[in-house]
């Protein structure tokens, strides 16, 4: 959540930028929109969102903490609410963390996070009471509106039941800004939404972008107040109005000011505020419907690319941005015949249905896919620039295009290669294989038991305990034999000994076994493909392997 979110607080910064001679009060709905990512976990998918733009959809991916379970694009919604339930049913796992080994550092961090998270809660609590405290002996003077020499700065406090709170000794004119600024406070909730900014910076306090937001944040939100007071009062008032904000902010200095909308205070952020808020109050000059228009149309821009997450078909985009499931797109490609280039260009466009090659002889089409995904095509001549990687065949007779695919992605895959891990729950380096789609990958403490309905019974078995860590990766459909042979060298480099691979073609396992424990297991049959790590443990006296009861 914090790392989109920091992405929507940039996004809101730039339109905030791009807004600066707008009615604060636009700028301020811009607010909600980095909110509602700081504070909720899920969200829909839309094509419009800008999780769909590769560099940012790869950044979200990098820098996950290491779950229980991620999943694969193939999954999509569905899978994230397994995920979730396989979370909420581990029953053994908390006890078994020194006893398997498990890295303690994520366990550290989470209770400092929330010591701190907690601790500034406290803190934001504690000066609420001393507020109240100090507010006992004001005197009512109107209904809802309180005066008393302990107060330095006007403030509404109160939720369901807000209340107006102003100093003893002010002037009719400066009454009237200040009850009209703090009305316009009570009427929109600002009590509310400042409280759950005051959360959203204890959850996220590690994150420096979320401190700039919620300054930004109040800021806009006093200003869009002052706004308020010149609209309904008219810009006559503008100087007298800008020596109130000066009068005020100078007497209003205490941190207990935190925790309420304060007008006039400069206790959070200073006499650049206040200077700021005096230029913003002279440069108003009201507004009209088109700016109005406007200002609507780009805080809905700015909403339909930040609340929405990417598409689940974003893991298979090509070079141009677009891919397999979208309605349409051209990416470059050659018509390849007897070795040789077919006269002319090609034109390749992608459907909803993957599509099917149409070209005419006994020709070779290649494309490049940089995730080494076979893909169907629909060729017609046009204009375009030559590009090639992988050799995708016209079907043979009898053959469907779909087929074919399906043949070449089962037989070969030349962007796959062996990768390795680090990010598991053995906190080793692992190999794996890279270049293929993962539809799931588990990394599961011993003693995880996933019950009926969680959506992960075609992984592991209901009802039984794991005996032993475990990490496991399910791919999309398996490599060619060469990067098998170049992965059980890899295994040999990483410490694994007696490496044997039984079987042959598209039916074998291979295994093996490091000096601390740690097993593999590598199962193909047919596309099913998978690779295992676990150690060992006891069930019922008897040693199994961790992956007992994963199917």
Request: hydrophobic share 45%; charged share 20%.
């Amino acid at each position: 959540m914090s790392l989109t979110g920091s992405i929507v607080i940039l996004v809101v910064i730039i339109a905030r930028a791009m807004m600066k001679k707008v009615p604060k009060k636009y700028v301020y709905f811009l607010w909600a929109i980095a909110g509602f990512r700081l504070l909720c976990p899920v969200s829909f998918e839309s094509k419009l969102s800008i999780f769909n733009i590769r560099p940012l959809r790869q950044s979200v991916e990098t820098v996950k903490d290491l779950p229980l379970i991620t999943y694969g694009s193939g999954h999509g919604a569905g899978a994230a609410n397994a995920a979730g339930n396989a979370a909420d049913n581990v029953s053994a796992g908390a006890g078994a963390l020194n006893a398997s080994g498990t890295n303690l550092i994520p366990v550290i961090l989470t209770i400092v996070w929330a010591a701190i998270a907690a601790g500034i809660i406290c803190y934001v609590i504690r000066q609420y009471f001393v507020m109240r405290r100090e507010l006992r002996d004001v005197n009512e003077v109107s209904r809802g509106i309180y005066a008393g020499h302990q107060i330095d700065s006007p403030f509404v406090m109160g939720v369901v039941n807000p209340k107006i709170y102003l100093p003893k000794g002010l002037t009719d004119r400066e009454l009237s800004y200040m009850i009209i600024h703090e009305r316009t406070h009570i009427r929109r909730g600002d009590v509310f939404f400042k409280i759950i900014g005051i959360m959203i910076l204890a959850l996220h306090w590690f994150n420096p972008l979320v401190w700039i937001a919620y300054v930004l944040f109040v800021q806009d939100m006093e200003m869009s107040c002052d706004e308020a007071v010149i609209a309904r009062l008219g810009e006559s008032i503008k100087a007298d109005y800008s020596m109130s904000l000066v009068s005020l902010a100078t007497r209003s200095n205490a941190p207990k000011y935190s925790v309420v909308p304060v007008a006039f205070s400069k206790a959070l952020f200073g006499r650049k505020e206040v200077k700021m808020r005096i230029k913003n109050v002279l440069g108003y000059n009201g507004t009209t419907k088109l700016i109005s228009t406007l200002s609507l149309v780009l805080v809905a821009a700015v909403g339909l690319v930040c609340l929405f997450n990417a598409t689940s078909f974003a893991d298979t985009d090509y070079d141009d941005g677009v891919g397999a499931g979208a309605e349409e797109a051209t990416v470059e490609a050659t018509a390849v015949a007897d070795g040789e280039s077919v006269a002319g260009d090609v034109d390749v466009t992608l459907d909803d249905n993957g599509a099917e090659a149409d070209i005419e002889g006994d020709a070779t089409l290649t494309i490049d896919d940089e995730n080494g995904l076979p893909v169907d095509v629909i060729v017609d001549t046009g204009d375009g620039e030559v590009s090639s990687d992988d050799d995708f065949e016209a079907p043979a007779d009898g053959m469907t295009a779909e087929e074919a695919a399906q043949a070449s992605a089962a037989s070969s895959s030349s962007s796959a290669c062996v990768g390795y891990n680090e990010n598991n729950i053995f906190g080793k380096r692992l190999p794996v294989v890279e270049g293929i789609p993962v539809d799931a990958t588990l990394n599961l403490p011993a003693g995880t038991v996933v019950t009926d309905g969680s959506g992960l019974e075609c992984y592991i078995e209901v009802g039984k305990a794991l005996a032993g860590d475990s990490f496991c990766e399910f791919y999309a459909y398996a490599p060619g034999d060469s990067v098998i042979n170049d992965f059980i060298s890899a295994l040999e480099d990483c410490g694994f000994t007696n490496v044997d691979k039984s079987g042959n073609g598209d039916c074998y396992i291979v295994t093996g076994v490091t000096a601390d424990g740690i097993n593999v297991m590598v199962e193909r049959a047919g596309s099913y493909f998978r690779i295992s790590y676990f150690v060992e443990g006891v069930e019922n006296e008897t040693t199994v392997n961790a992956f007992a009861h994963v199917g």
